[in-house]
């Protein structure tokens, strides 16, 4: 029996649930897996939802489309993109309108860390989404302790466990992203009782961007009668791209254009322009 105050138990991953995951994604698993290891996997005491992240995603009105822009200062399809100081870079985002943040913490294809999530953190108001291949509860009680108000979790990498991490990531008081890219995959993220879901354009098995996916999914989404939030993932580069989205999605997440631009500010305001 779990009470209301007793812990969801989430385990990490095993080798099996690590060698389901293909190409490109399969290693950085098995990276992260590696990192953890040696962690703990208790979740801790339960923290109040604060949905800060979600209701950041929501505000002004439900026809506005947000924008959560990335701090990526690297990617395994672009190699460098641009030595982003991670607090002047979500500054200039926040300056540009972006109504959250998402901060890669992963080492060693995304060039992210710790530091520049609590740097971002500190240096912003917005909400900050720790965005990581989360395959080990330590992962999530980290971010609810370096102050990010979401977490990303990859259903291509969670699976069936992803019910689990997401009870997980809201017993810590974690908004999720629920992130996927295919019908298999959102009917996963349905069934698992997500409030927020992101439908990656980019197949990270390939590292293929092909951005009718997410109208697509998004789409079929709401045909199953999902009201939470929808976020189009990857890929945009231009105003007219991010229109295809306008009246479908919630919000657009953005990285590589915006970090490889050299004025974030200005990138992020011409990029939402409709
Ligand atoms: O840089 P882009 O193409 O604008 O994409 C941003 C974001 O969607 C992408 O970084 C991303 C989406 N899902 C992920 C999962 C892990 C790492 C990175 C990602």
């Known amino acids: 029996m779990t009470g209301p105050l007793s812990s969801p138990t989430v385990r990490p991953l095993d080798p099996q649930q690590l060698a389901r995951v293909p190409g490109v994604l399969g290693r950085i698993v098995h990276e992260r897996a590696a990192d953890y290891a040696a962690a703990r996997p208790e979740l801790g005491p339960p923290r109040p939802a604060s949905r800060r992240f979600e209701n950041a995603l929501r505000a002004p009105d439900a026809s506005a489309l947000a924008l959560i822009a990335e701090v990526k200062r ?3 399809s672009q190699g460098a993109i641009a030595p982003l100081d991670p607090a002047a870079a979500a500054r200039a985002y926040a300056q540009g309108g972006a109504a959250a ?4 913490t992963e080492p060693r294809h995304f060039d992210g860390d710790r530091e520049a999530l609590l ?9 900050v989404l720790r965005k990581d291949f989360v395959v080990h509860p330590a992962m999530l009680r980290e971010a609810a302790e370096w102050g990010a108000a979401a977490a990303l979790l990859m259903v291509s990498v969670l699976g069936e466990a992803t019910a689990g991490y997401l009870a997980a990531a809201h017993h810590l ?9 295919d019908e ?3 009917d996963v993220a349905l069934a698992a009782g997500a409030r927020i879901i992101g439908v990656n354009n980019r197949d990270l098995t390939t590292l293929h961007i092909d951005l009718a996916v997410s109208p697509r ?3 079929r989404a709401r045909e199953r009668g999902f009201a939470g939030v929808l976020v189009a993932e990857s890929g945009y580069r231009s105003a007219g791209e991010i229109q295809a989205v306008r009246g479908l999605a919630g919000a657009v997440l953005v990285g590589s254009s915006l970090a490889g631009s050299g004025d974030l500010a200005r990138a992020a305001r011409e990029l939402m322009a409709s």
């Open 217 to 219: 999914l998004i789409r």
């Open 74 to 76: 690297a990617s395994p």
């Open 119 to 127: 740097a971002v953190v500190d240096a912003v108001g917005l909400p």
């Open 101 to 104: 943040i998402s901060v890669l």
């Open 173 to 181: 008081g974690l908004d999720a992203l629920v992130e996927v890219h």
């Open 184 to 186: 298999h995959e959102l």
